[in-house]
């Protein structure tokens, strides 16, 4: 570690003189046991390492890892804090991807990433230290505000380190001089963020997740398509290398019909193609990277070439012509399928896929909502609609015993007791519905939230004042009128529903401020 960075001191000497003086002291015991009793855990070995040669570096220094300073331990903690007091409400806010699949833990926020470096808008390096399963504890990676997309840019901080060295010697970087301050960046084009330069780089350094052999030569790919895709990859990337390397694609009521060209995207993670002229998705078998799928209003009907999707976590079939979800069964990832507007009638194929959490269907019908029982392993389910059914059929549904969150949308039922082995819901949100009778939901005991949508007609309302769990009540202003005084505790009605007189506003902020 120490000969590393007296290696890359030296080979940046000239153009970086004043990078040795920017390093601190080196930390003491004292600093480090400190910072490990508030983390709650110990540094990793060569972080501690690197920490015991020196404390970081200063601010206004020419910043080590390519322009990004080299956070001091006590730096260091202001960041971490920042995001582990935030870890609970917002770990898993957003969409996010790793990249290698599977290496990075995919969300926002994670208290076990430690920020080595910042860029001053929020974002990081990191050592991560609770990888996922192909990844290795005190990987460095980048995450932050705007780190949607998270990479592996080292497997260990020495072969971070090496690199540094490797690019300083090799002279692959930038100097970038602003009146008395001198910074330096990655690659020979000249200030390029290097949060934004690991997008193009061939990661992780020095063991890269895929040899250049591997890697399609994109000139000789490009040439080979016709001038409609040649558009298509132009208009979205800045040349057909880029294309290959996006991690997300959206080609949206396009008229496409032929989607051969997206095989090669080996690494794309989002791809969306909703409202075209798809019927077959053969070449979506070689995008075996893919995290989220949106075949949304395509004649698609064949899921086959799927099935060796082993990180699909997401798919969105509504409005296809999709009559067999068997394939379904092989994506041991899947967590939230939408086959609303389909011709599908059996659904107990999923009941193989463990993994599966959010399921959205449309107007089921007896026989559907039979099949739909098989599937304990839901815990949000959507109905928009329902189909020939009667109050007896409906108690299928009673046996997700398992849903902690229902949508129903556009239903007109006489009452919800099909709901009342559902013991474990704590989220109901009911739109443009009608129902006689929702005093069974006073007797669910983990309910907690309540959303009535364009829901003028809810009968026995007053009913809800019965349950000891409802925290949350969202409602039209009648519904919040009726309801206000009927409980012996504050209900949040802090989101309404529908426009209101001022009056009605008053009342409603009285209510709130009281």
């Not at 819901?425 to 907690?448: E, F, Y």
Request: net charge negative; with cysteine.
């Amino acid at each position: 570690m120490r000969q590393l960075l007296e290696e890359i001191i030296e080979q940046l000497r000239f153009d970086l003189p004043g990078l040795a003086a920017s390093f601190n002291p080196p930390a003491t015991e004292e600093e480090l046991r400190k910072a490990e009793e508030e983390l709650g855990f110990s540094l990793p070995a060569e972080l501690r390492e690197l920490y015991q040669i020196h404390n970081g570096q200063s601010e206004d220094g020419p910043g080590f890892f390519f322009g990004l300073p080299f956070l001091s331990l006590e730096d260091m903690l202001a960041e971490w804090r920042i995001w582990a007091e935030l870890e609970e409400e917002y770990a898993m806010e957003g969409g996010h991807y790793s990249v290698p699949a599977a290496w990075i833990k995919e969300r926002y926020i994670n208290r076990y990433w430690l920020p080595i470096s910042k860029d001053w808008g929020g974002n990081h390096l990191g050592i991560d230290l609770d990888p996922d399963e192909k990844g290795v504890s005190g990987q460095v990676i980048n995450f932050g505000r705007d780190e949607e997309v998270k990479y592996v840019v080292a497997r260990r901080l020495t072969d971070f380190l090496q690199c540094i060295r490797d690019t300083a010697r090799e002279g692959n970087y930038s100097v970038d001089q602003e009146e008395d301050y001198t910074s330096w960046s990655f690659g020979r084009e000249g200030e390029v963020h290097f949060l934004d330069a690991i997008r193009g780089m061939n990661l992780p350094v020095l063991e890269p997740f895929r040899a250049a052999s591997e890697v399609p030569d994109a000139d000789v790919w490009f040439e080979g398509l016709d001038d409609e895709w040649k558009k298509r990859i132009l208009e979205s990337s800045s040349s057909p290398e880029a294309f290959l390397r996006r991690k997300k694609l959206l080609f949206i009521q396009q008229g496409l019909t032929d989607i051969a060209p997206l095989g090669s995207c080996s690494e794309v993670r989002e791809l969306i193609l909703s409202g075209n002229e798809i019927r077959s998705i053969e070449p979506l078998s070689g995008c075996k990277h893919l995290k989220r799928l949106y075949l949304v209003k395509n004649p698609v009907s064949d899921l086959r070439p799927l099935r060796g999707l082993e990180y699909l976590q997401e798919l969105n079939l509504s409005g296809t012509a999709v009559t067999d979800v068997t394939p379904l069964g092989c994506l041991p990832k899947l967590t939230n399928l939408d086959i609303q507007h389909t011709p599908i009638r059996d659904f107990s194929p999923l009941s193989s896929i463990k993994g599966l959490r959010l399921l959205e269907v449309s107007e089921p019908d007896a026989e559907q909502l039979r099949s739909l029982s098989a599937l304990t392993q839901l815990t949000e389910l959507t109905l928009a609609g329902l189909g020939q059914v009667s109050e007896s059929d409906l108690n299928a549904i009673g046996q997700l015993v398992n849903l902690q969150t229902l949508q129903l949308e556009g239903v007109s039922l006489p009452g919800l007791a099909f709901l009342g082995n559902c013991r474990r819901l704590q989220k109901i949100v009911i739109k443009d519905s009608t129902i006689g009778d929702v005093s069974v939901l006073a007797g669910l005991t983990k309910l907690q939230s309540l959303e009535l949508n364009g829901c003028p007609d809810i009968g026995k309302l007053e009913e809800l004042a019965r349950s000891a769990s409802l925290r949350k009540i969202t409602a039209s202003f009648q519904q919040f009128a009726r309801l206000k005084d009927c409980f012996d505790r504050k209900i949040d009605f802090s989101t309404m529903i529908g426009e209101m007189t001022d009056e009605e506003e008053e009342i409603w902020h009285q209510y709130l401020t009281d």
